[in-house]
Nanobody
Framework: QVQLVESGGGLVQAGGSLTVSCAAS????????MGWFRQTPGKEREFVAG????????NYADSAKGRFTISRDDAKNTVYLQMNGLKPEDTAVYYC??????????????????WGQGTQVTISS
């Protein structure tokens, strides 16, 4: 069993930066790819960024490319999402998740098995 805890959300002005963290309080994430997703009321949860086991491969949603950076520190059992150039449309609850498979996951939520409780990110215009 893995428990993921997100932190670092908050209220930021448009154009600002924020880094959200995801720590595994139980279990380990070092052998699995990880992902960040976000969700707004009435919409489906959407993929934001993913990182491979080694950290050497990352992928991003088009909306995040060039502005967001996903990274991991397996010694701390933690994954990060650094967000720059934030826009009001980035406002959402941000969730981290652990890939279901050892071989990696696509951007589909169905391929992730453990989820955190989410952290609210609000961008003011």
């Amino acid at each position: 069993q893995v428990q993921l805890v997100e932190s670092g959300g908050g209220l930021v002005q448009a154009g600002g930066s924020l880094t959200v963290s995801c720590a595994a309080s139980e279990g380990t994430i070092s052998s699995y790819a990880m992902g960040w997703f976000r969700q707004t009321p009435g919409k489906e949860r959407e993929f934001v960024a993913g990182i491979s086991v080694s950290g050497g491969i990352t992928n991003y949603a088009d909306s995040a490319k060039g502005r967001f950076t996903i990274s991991r520190d397996d010694a701390k059992n933690t994954v990060y999402l650094q967000m720059n150039g934030l826009k009001p449309e980035d406002t959402a609850v941000y969730y981290c998740a652990r890939c279901r498979y050892l071989g990696g996951c696509s951007s589909s939520t169905r391929e992730y098995v453990y989820w955190g409780q989410g952290t609210q990110v609000t961008i003011s215009s």
